[in-house]
């Protein structure tokens, strides 16, 4: 599987983009899929992550009631509505793939498959 990040971009705070996270490669199937961001001089940190079937989703506290993960398995693609955006929200955000939802909530970085990240910009 291979990852490829789309939807990053300048916005004013308060506004809203929506990220994307195609798969290509092998099969998608099974996988549970998350969202990871990296602020400038900071470690990597979850975001949010959905299971294979979008059943479950879970989220980090900092951005929980302001941004959603949902998944379009029929496209192999991931998306991230991100609402209410603040400054501390900026940050290259990344997509993620793993078989195993719960390496993924956890925050653990050490996933199966990687994009290349997308940076989101959020001026005041």
């Known amino acids: 599987v291979q990852l490829v990040e789309s939807g990053g971009g300048l916005v004013q705070a308060g506004g809203s983009l929506r990220l994307s996270c195609a798969a290509s490669?092998?099969?998608?199937?099974?996988?549970?899929m998350g969202w990871f961001r990296q602020a400038p001089g900071k470690e990597r940190e979850f975001v949010a992550a959905?299971?294979?079937?979008?059943?479950?989703?879970y989220y980090a506290d900092s951005v929980k009631g302001r941004f959603t993960i949902s998944r379009d398995n029929a496209k192999n693609t991931v998306y991230l509505q991100m609402n209410s955006l603040t400054p501390e929200d900026t940050a290259v955000y990344y997509c993620?793939?793993?078989?195993?939802?719960?390496?993924?909530?956890?925050?653990?970085?050490?996933?199966?498959?990687w994009g290349q990240g997308t940076l989101v910009t959020v001026s005041s």
């Open positions: 993620a793939a793993d078989l195993a939802l719960a390496r993924i909530k956890s925050g653990n970085r050490n996933l199966e498959v």
């Open positions: 490669g092998r099969t998608f199937s099974g996988y549970a």
């Open positions: 959905i299971s294979w079937t979008g059943g479950s989703t």
